[in-house]
């Protein structure tokens, strides 16, 4: 049965996002929003337009401040760790999708503290647990022993698995979760399932509402997110994952609310973006997206080239992965596992944390982040 909506979903009825990204606007529009000190999402979709396309200097620039004022000069460093690429689902845009024949790995518990080993010797104390959803392999059990393992080694410990209920939740933050990502990967609910063709996560109640139980169970740091490429309109889905972030800043003032739009990249799927986002649009998206929401943050992969992260640091990212592997075992053993996709951004965490401190940002790799009480 499919589960019903949540209060993000029923407030993002209301909101007609297609008729905002599609409107007509000006470059006065442009200099009205700009100019005020508290945007709504009609701002934003002035933003996010043809006619913000042709001003993305001065919106970068006015996101470069936002973002200064609010965050400092401090960029937060994390690892993706993959524990497993079996996955039940069909998603048609994934390489772990469950009709590829793929090379499929699931870590054992020793295997997952060997790679947050490595990781943590190349100074991340920060690691983000991802895995294909999987019941009985990545079952909460198999969490909730890894946390635990973890938990002495690894600070700050998120997930990014499937969708739990509110139980599951409250057993993984007792055992020391403190953060939860959920990507809704495109917020049109035809599109969504024309991509999310089997499986759990093709329910999209369900994964919208995951996020408010994550909260209402005491995580700390929750992460929504929107696939750039997925949907035809780029721009619709910018506005509904800026008004899902502007609801959880709202409704989880204690907690930390992290935004992420990665563009799609090539994975065994064969997938090819429905439209693409081109650097311009993808600069624009995120610097519209910083001055619509000041206080989340906004992260960012290394499935983006190094050119373009390095100056998405000066505009409005506050969180970055850095030498990542998207295959299960990958950091100890690479080749061994299909990746997820390929990513783009090649060099080691080191390099990536010289970058930082030679534009003058100081590389945050524990859980000191200047601005969370
Ligand atoms: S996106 Fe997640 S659920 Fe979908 S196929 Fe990939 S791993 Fe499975």
Redesign the pocket.
């Known amino acids: 049965m499919a589960a019903p909506k949540g209060r993000f979903a029923r407030y993002l009825d209301t909101v007609d996002v297609t008729a905002l990204s599609t409107r007509d606007y000006t470059d006065a529009d442009v200099t009205a929003a700009l100019g005020r000190e508290n945007r709504d999402l009609a701002d934003l979709a002035v933003l996010l337009s043809p006619a913000g396309t042709a001003r993305i200097e001065d919106i970068a620039q006015a996101a470069r401040a936002t973002t200064l004022r609010r965050f400092g000069r401090a960029v937060r460093l994390y690892a993706p760790l993959y524990v497993s690429?079996a996955?039940l689902?069909?998603?048609t845009?994934?390489?772990?999708?469950?009709d590829l024949a793929i090379s499929r790995r699931t870590l054992t518990v020793d295997e997952v503290e060997q790679e947050a080993g490595l990781l943590t010797g190349r100074g991340f104390r920060h690691l983000l647990l991802v895995a294909?959803?999987h019941r009985v392999e990545v079952s909460q059990d198999y969490l909730v022993e890894i946390i635990e393992r973890l938990r002495p080694l690894v600070p700050s410990l998120s997930i990014e698995t499937?969708t739990w209920s509110d139980d599951t939740y409250q057993r993984l933050v007792a055992a020391g979760l403190e953060g939860v990502v959920h990507y809704q990967?495109t917020y049109d609910r035809t599109r969504y399932g024309e991509t999310?063709t089997a499986?759990?996560?093709r329910d999209y109640d369900r994964r919208l509402n995951s996020t408010e139980l994550a909260g209402e169970a005491g995580v700390r740091r929750l992460g929504v997110g929107a696939l750039l490429g997925l949907a035809a309109d780029w721009r619709a889905d910018v506005l509904s994952v800026a008004a899902h972030a502007a609801f959880l800043v709202k409704n989880f003032w204690r907690t930390e609310v992290t935004v992420s739009l990665p563009r799609i990249k090539p994975s065994m799927s064969g997938y090819q973006p429905l439209v693409p986002v081109s650097d311009a649009q993808y600069v624009q998206a995120l610097s519209a997206l910083r001055l619509f929401e000041p206080e989340a943050g906004i992260v960012l992969s290394t499935r983006e080239p190094a050119a373009l992260r390095d100056g998405l640091v000066r505009i409005a990212v506050t969180t970055m992965s850095a030498g990542s592997s998207t295959e299960p075992g990958g950091y100890s053993a690479p080749g061994v596992a299909t990746e997820?996709f390929s990513i783009s951004d090649e060099r080691s965490p080191a390099e990536v944390a010289a970058m930082l401190e030679k534009a003058g940002y100081e590389p945050v790799w524990k859980d000191a982040f200047p601005l969370v009480g």
């Open positions: 690429n996955c689902s069909s998603c845009y994934c390489g772990f999708a469950k294909g959803e499937q990967e999310h499986g759990w996560k997820q």
